[in-house]
């Protein structure tokens, strides 16, 4: 089956772990994910320049792992990535800062890549955010 998700959540929460878990054992079971999209607090996921907690392992990483592993493409919503402060280089020249902070293997793109993966998919899987 061609998967798409949709993660709001962001990754300090247990729907976070879910759905990276859900990602995982998908691409085990032969399915294949056309994209993953994090959008709102879900773009925390490509952060960069956070140092993972030692009582839990780091989701960017994990991302990171099935990235190389799969060729899975991780995009962070724009608008949310520039709202949270995860930047590419692109938008860290446009809003004159010093640097990206946005982790390898993510790209930070628009709405229309969610609904390019969603004409590709068979299901979209949605792992919202807190209410």
């Known amino acids: ?5 949709l993660i709001t959540a962001a990754p300090d929460s247990e729907t976070a772990h879910h759905a990276c878990g859900f990602a995982e054992a998908a691409l085990r079971g032969g399915h294949d994910i056309v994209r993953v999209f994090f959008a709102d607090a879900g ?3 490509g952060q960069g320049l ?3 907690g030692r009582d839990f392992p780091s989701l960017c990483q994990r991302w990171q ?4 592993s799969h060729d899975l ?4 919503c724009v608008s949310a990535a520039l709202h949270y402060g995860v930047l590419d280089d692109a938008n860290a020249a ?3 800062q010093p640097h990206s902070s946005v982790a390898e293997g993510f790209i930070i793109s628009g709405l229309g890549q969610l609904a390019e993966a969603q ?3 068979q299901q ?3 792992f919202p955010g807190a209410l």
Request: proline share 4%; charged share 15%; hydrophobic share 55%.
């Open 43 to 45: 773009v925390l996921h």
């Open 1 to 5: 089956m061609r998967l798409s998700l």
């Open 73 to 76: 493409e991780l995009v962070l």
């Open 94 to 96: 446009s809003w004159e």
């Open 50 to 52: 956070s140092t993972p």
């Open 65 to 68: 792992a099935l990235h190389k």
């Open 124 to 126: 979209l899987v949605t």
């Open 119 to 121: 004409l590709a998919s």
